[in-house]
Structure formats: C-alpha cells, structure tokens
Nanobody
Framework: VQLQASGGGSVQAGDSLRLSCTDS????????VAWFRQAPGKEREFVAA????????IHGDSVRGRFAISRTRAASTVYLQMNNLKTEDTAVYFCAVGRGARMTQNSNDYIYWGQGTLVTVSS
C-alpha cells in the first residue's frame, strides 16, 4: 500500500476543501480507510472512516455534519469533503488503511499511513 494525501491548503473560516487519499498500488480495496488529524501540541484525533465498499461511514463528533468521507467505486481513492471549516480544524490530516474491513476510531487499528497534508483555517 502506498498512500498519497493531497488537497490541503490555507482557507478562511466558512470555506470548503476536499482532501484526497490515493492508494497508488490499489491494494487497500478490501480494507477500511480513515482520516485522522493532528494539530500542533495536540494528540492525533479521529476524523472519519469509510468501509471497504464505501457503503458505511463514521465521523468524529467534532466534524459530524460538516465533513463527509467517501471512496471511489474502484476503492483506490478516498475523499474527505470538508465544509464550513473552522479555525479549530487547522491540523495536518493523515489518511490510513485499516488492518481489515472493520471501521474503528482507534489509530492503532490502522497500519498504513500517508504522509499528511496541512490544512490551515484562518478567521
């Protein structure tokens, strides 16, 4: 598995961004995929996860209703649509592939990690 996260940038509060996570080797199609984020000085936080077939998703409390995770039918790309961004969403966002098909919010259950993409939201 080789994960490439992209789409980060600097935006104003209230703006939208879409992050992408591409598995260049397309070997994660049977695994859950998640987004986590880590702000400076804070612990890594679960953002969202999607099942292997894209049919089920879970979102963290702080982003539910504003962010939406999805994946392509070929399962090689996972997206994180982020709407109504807030300054507290500023962080490095990481995508990660799970050990199996089950979605969890525990980072220890994810074994492959992308390099991260920075999202900066200013007021």
């Amino acid at each position: 598995v080789q994960l490439q996260a992209s789409g980060g940038g600097s935006v104003q509060a209230g703006d939208s961004l879409r992050l992408s996570c591409t598995d260049s080797r397309r070997t994660s199609s049977n695994n859950a995929v998640a987004w986590f984020r880590q702000a400076p000085g804070k612990e890594r936080e679960f953002v969202a996860a999607v099942a292997w077939n894209g049919g089920n998703t879970i979102h963290g409390d702080s982003v539910r209703g504003r962010f939406a995770i999805s994946r392509t039918r070929a399962a090689s790309t996972v997206y994180l649509q982020m709407n109504n961004l807030k300054t507290e969403d500023t962080a490095v966002y990481f995508c990660a592939v799970g050990r199996g098909a089950r979605m969890t919010q525990n980072s220890n259950d994810y074994i492959y990690w992308g390099q991260g993409t920075l999202v900066t939201v200013s007021s």
